[in-house]
């Protein structure tokens, strides 16, 4: 709806620039991404042994952190101004370029501040909570958002809501922190690091950095080039897309994030074997969900987008084909992701991921310039698979698990070979329905509802882990249908 009324409004240009800001801004907020994985991951043994004072104490190392990161990215973001005259690539002139960039700095560097109240939340398995907050003040800021966009057309009263709105978040976020954990407020508990444990925060600091830095510049810098390379225009129409991926992304994510201060925890109490147990039952979930997602964007996204925006905002099927290979990539890797930055395995990802960035970027200008969007994103699939997609993989297992990387690899053939299965028979389902819509597309939900979920229940019941995953559900709807009778 939003994004319907921004078109509307202001046009694909101004689509483009909100894409290419957005997707700039990600890429500059890496640093935060590597100070808060150090954070959480620090966080998980102290919250696991209620150590209050340890946690206070790691809570106030990093809050200095966090605001010498926040001065660091206000100044570099500044110096990067006259930049934008080469980034920004429009057939019609727009202004007030770098009023609409600040807005976005400002936006930036306010969040970016408080992060590590949000940080201590997730660690203690509460991510829920934070998850609350930004659902709420997201859906009030759209609303604010939508009705100014009607009554004035002005870019700035958008980008000013989305201002206000990151400072409303951050302000009630910070005050839950606060009251969850009143013992973080105490002065007493401030007690300074010890130079071993300081030294081996910064080492593993300085570690991500590297990596988040590297994977950042890997998959952050396809608007850019886009914009550069095609027109900023292109942003806005790949952005269309990208928007209702990254959801689908990030309701997947959210899944995994969830359980990743579990998982956290079970590396602190557990041995191998359990760790190993849980992570064959959560790789196989993952399995299914990659696939019934997949199958979903791939059958759905087209008809979305006309009955969405209209049928002239439509990209290219092999365009589509290929962000949908992206997602199935980024999907897939959720399981060993999740269990490697759990592990705390930093270190010895980080030169795969440099070499991934360069490889992309070196890809993306030669197939772009050749292949147009295309080509673009074809770059970050060779990538993806080329390097960090087996690497991270053969790490954890052999690393972590001490076990052969082949038994991984024959589970992600297996799941590779059902989702063609799966989206090859509910595209034959589909095909009957000519006309897009909205009775259409609901019957058309219902088939990829259906269809994709019964092939992988008849395909995967068999397996072990998913019959331990079914009994545990059984086992806690018995025990609820037991307290309340």
Request: hydrophobic content about 55%; glycine content about 4%; proline content about 1%.
């Amino acid at each position: 709806m939003a994004t319907k009324v921004f078109i509307s409004e202001l046009g694909t240009e101004f689509l483009g620039i909100n894409g290419l800001f957005s997707n700039f801004f990600v890429l500059l907020s890496f640093a935060e991404f590597s100070i808060g994985t150090v954070m959480v991951y620090s966080l998980y043994e102290p919250i696991a042994m209620g150590d209050t004072k340890k946690i206070a104490t790691i809570h106030s190392f990093f809050r200095k952190i966090y605001m010498l990161m926040s001065l660091i990215i206000a100044f570099v973001g500044t110096l990067l101004i006259p930049l934008l005259k080469f980034i920004v690539n429009t057939e019609v002139a727009i202004n007030n370029i770098v009023l609409y960039y600040l807005l976005f700095l400002i936006s930036m560097v306010i969040s970016n501040m408080i992060a590590y109240k949000s940080n201590l939340i997730i660690a203690d398995q509460k991510r829920y909570i934070v998850g609350l907050y930004r659902f709420f003040f997201n859906v009030i800021a759209v609303i604010l958002q939508i009705i100014y966009l009607i009554a004035t057309a002005n870019f700035t009263h958008y980008l000013i809501i989305a201002l206000v709105k990151n400072v409303m978040y951050s302000f009630f976020v910070s005050r839950k922190a606060k009251r969850l954990y009143p013992f973080i407020s105490n002065e007493d508990n401030h007690t300074n690091i010890n130079k071993k444990e300081k030294k081996q925060m910064l080492n593993k600091i300085k570690e991500v950095f590297v990596y988040n830095f590297a994977n950042s510049v890997h998959t952050g810098t396809d608007n850019i080039i886009i914009s550069m390379i095609v027109g900023t225009v292109w942003v806005g129409y790949y952005s269309n897309y990208y928007a209702i991926i990254a959801g689908v992304m990030g309701l997947v994510d959210a899944v995994y994030t969830a359980i990743s201060a579990s998982v956290g925890n079970l590396i602190v109490k557990e041995n191998v074997e359990n760790q190993y147990k849980l992570f064959k039952i959560t790789e196989l979930i993952n399995f299914w969900i990659a696939g019934f997602t997949t199958t979903c964007l791939y059958i759905l996204l087209q008809d979305f987008i006309i009955l969405w925006i209209g049928e002239k905002y439509l990209l290219d099927w092999s365009i589509l084909i290929i962000l949908v290979l992206n997602y199935y990539i980024f999907c897939i890797r959720n399981t060993i992701r999740v269990f490697r930055l759990a592990a705390g395995m930093f270190e010895k990802v980080k030169i795969v991921v440099s070499i991934a960035a360069v490889i992309n970027i070196v890809l993306s200008i030669v197939l772009g310039t050749r292949y147009g969007v295309f080509g673009i994103l074809l770059a970050t699939t060779i990538t993806a698979l080329s390097t960090y997609y087996w690497y991270e993989a053969k790490l954890l297992m052999e690393n972590k698990f001490g076990c052969s990387v082949k038994i991984y690899f024959k589970g992600q053939i297996k799941s590779f070979s059902l989702t063609i299965i799966s989206v090859f028979i509910t595209s034959l389902c589909v095909s009957i329905i000519n006309e897009v819509t909205i009775s259409t597309f609901i019957i058309k939900m219902a088939i990829c509802l259906v269809v994709p979920n019964i092939i992988y229940f008849f395909v995967l019941i068999r397996e072990e882990e998913v019959k331990q995953v079914f009994m545990m559900f059984i086992r806690n709807y018995k025990g609820l249908v037991n307290r309340r009778t």
